[in-house]
Nanobody
Framework: QVTLVESGGGTLPAGGSMRLSCRAD?????????MGWFRQAPGRSQRELVA????????NCADSVQGRFTISIDNGQKTVYLQMNNLKPEDTAVYYC???????????WGQGTQVTVSS
């Protein structure tokens, strides 16, 4: 069983920076995995992709955060980071960490952490 432990989050003014962290506890069966961040904004029913990263460092970022957010991974610590710069009020959301084991069809979610950006 894999548990994702998130840290970071909080309230800050527009233009500020924040880093989120997510550590995967437990043994990851099935080999290669991707980790990433999704977010769910107030009033929205769906989570949207923010950024994902593979163990080899290949990244994928949403257009809305390109150039402002950076995702990175520490494979030894099974930890993924999301560095968020120049935050905007529209970045306000609950941010969820995810881990997908590519060939095993298993996926895991963190409990979510609130990020609030005031104007």
């Amino acid at each position: 069983q894999v548990t994702l432990v998130e840290s970071g989050g909080g309230t800050l003014p527009a233009g500020g920076s924040m880093r989120l962290s997510c550590r995967a506890d437990g043994y990851i069966y099935g080999g290669l995995y991707n980790m990433g961040w999704f977010r769910q904004a107030p009033g929205r029913s769906q989570r949207e992709l923010v950024a994902t990263i593979s163990e080899s460092g290949d990244t994928n970022c949403a257009d809305s955060v390109q150039g402002r957010f950076t995702i990175s991974i520490d494979n030894g610590q099974k930890t993924v980071y999301l560095q968020m710069n120049n935050l905007k009020p529209e970045d306000t959301a609950v941010y969820y960490c995810s881990l997908v084991v590519i060939h095993a069809g298993a996926s895991y979610w963190g409990q979510g952490t609130q990020v609030t950006v005031s104007s």
